[in-house]
T-cell receptor, first 115, second 114 residues
Framework: GAVVSQHPSWVICKSGTSVKIECRSL??????MFWYRQFPKQSLMLMAT?????????EQGVEKDKFLINHASLTLSTLTVTSAHPEDSSFYIC???????????FGPGTRLTVL | AQSVAQPEDQVNVAEGNPLTVKCTYS??????LFWYVQYPNRGLQFLLK??????LVKGSYGFEAEFNKSQTSFHLKKPSALVSDSALYFC????????????FGTGTKLQVIP
């Protein structure tokens, strides 16, 4: 099946710093990628939809200036958490959608801890 | 608006017994339906999907799901549960077509007891 990688798998940072998370589709081209946030024992919360070559579409309540998304190529999308605070600590998961049947393939997730 | 309901937060089943994880959906049109599994501290793994055709869909690791249009359900099943099947399972729905928004259920934790 399609493979999506995510890097880093975990990161610990100080409050006020910025963190970049990369999401790559390894064996297919993804015009659309998604960024989710998952809190413990909860479902996925869609943060934004990332389209290659255009601005991301953010869900209601998600600060676009805080969560910067760049989808520079058909295989790479990045999420940058700017000026991170402890409340941004979470599990961030990306997915890439294939154009056939709309299946989303997920990365392994990134555990962000902000001290 | 489309929605997915997974009525059980947790399902417990003895190893070797059949398992069912329930999912019902609501969408204004023909649905695409998906099941994913998530192991602790990992992303979601795709199990199976229904797009069209045969109502019984077979997927990875021996799982299958049956699309029931009249009951708007897409329950996940496996004839014989393994301890290694213990994980969090998510059902998802979108309108038909490859570019529609996908809505996920809240997840059901499956616990297979040795």
């Amino acid at each position: 099946g399609a493979v999506v990688s995510q890097h880093p798998s975990w990161v610990i940072c100080k409050s006020g710093t910025s963190v970049k998370i990369e999401c790559r589709s390894l064996d297919f081209q993804a015009t659309t990628m998604f960024w989710y946030r998952q809190f413990p024992k909860q479902s996925l919360m869609l943060m934004a939809t990332s389209n290659e070559g255009s601005k991301a579409t953010y869900e209601q309540g998600v600060e676009k200036d805080k969560f910067l998304i760049n989808h520079a190529s058909l295989t790479l999308s990045t999420l940058t958490v700017t000026s991170a605070h402890p409340e941004d600590s979470s599990f961030y998961i990306c997915s890439a959608r294939d154009g056939i049947g709309g299946t989303q393939y997920f990365g392994p997730g990134t555990r962000l801890t902000v001290l | 608006a489309q929605s997915v309901a997974q009525p059980e937060d947790q399902v417990n089943v003895a190893e070797g017994n059949p398992l069912t994880v329930k999912c019902t959906y609501s969408v204004s049109g023909n649905p695409y339906l998906f099941w994913y599994v998530q192991y602790p501290n990992r992303g979601l793994q795709f199990l199976l999907k229904y797009i069209t055709g045969d109502n019984l869909v077979k997927g990875s690791y021996g799982f299958e799901a049956e699309f029931n249009k009249s009951q708007t359900s897409f329950h996940l099943k496996k004839p014989s549960a393994l301890v290694s099947d213990s994980a969090l399972y998510f059902c998802a729905v979108s309108l038909s077509g490859g570019y529609q928004k996908v809505t996920f259920g809240t997840g059901t934790k499956l616990q297979v007891i040795p």
